[in-house]
C-alpha cells in the first residue's frame, strides 16, 4: 500500500490536498459482467482493439501477440485464464498492457473502466466462496457499493505454467 493524495474542496472555498494513507490505486476493468481490478502501478498502457497474431501450438490462454511500438507482446486471453465462456466478439476487446518482471503482456478484458483509489480498510482476502478459478488469480477483494471488485494478480495471470 502505499499513500495518496485527495483534493478536497473547504467550506471556504479553497483547495486542501488531504494525504491518505493505506490507499492502492486500481485500474477496474470488466469481464463477462464483472468487476475486477488491476494494481494501476503495473498498468504501462491501454490500447483499443487490435489485430492479434496466432501462435502455433500455444497454450489456449494465449490469444496471440500484439505489434506494441516494434515490440512483440504476449496477449492473454483473461476469460480463458479465469474459466469463463469466450466472448462473442473477441476483436472488441480492449488491450490493458502490464509490467511483470520487466516483460510486457497484453490483458485481453471486455471493458476499461476508471481508475479507483481504494484504502485498505475496504480489502478483505479471498473467500471461500469466491469462484475457485478466481481465487487462484485474486489477491482478494474489495468491497464497493455492495458489489465485490476482485483483484487480479497479474503475475499469476500471465505465468501460464502456474
Known sequence: ???STNLVVTEA???VYQFL???EDYLTVNIDGQLFGIEAMTVQDILS???IAKIPLSPKEVAGSI???GRIVTAVDVRQRLGMSKVQDPEKLMNVVADVDGELYSLLVDKIG???SMSSETFESNSTNLNDNWREFAQGVHL???NLMVICDVEKIVRLNA
Open 144 to 146: 464497493l457499493d455492495g
Open 21 to 23: 494513507d493505506n490507499v
Open 1 to 3: 500500500m502505499m499513500s
Open 49 to 51: 482493439p487490435r489485430e
Open 114 to 116: 476508471d481508475v479507483l
Open 67 to 69: 505489434n506494441l511500438r
Open 13 to 15: 472555498g479553497s483547495a
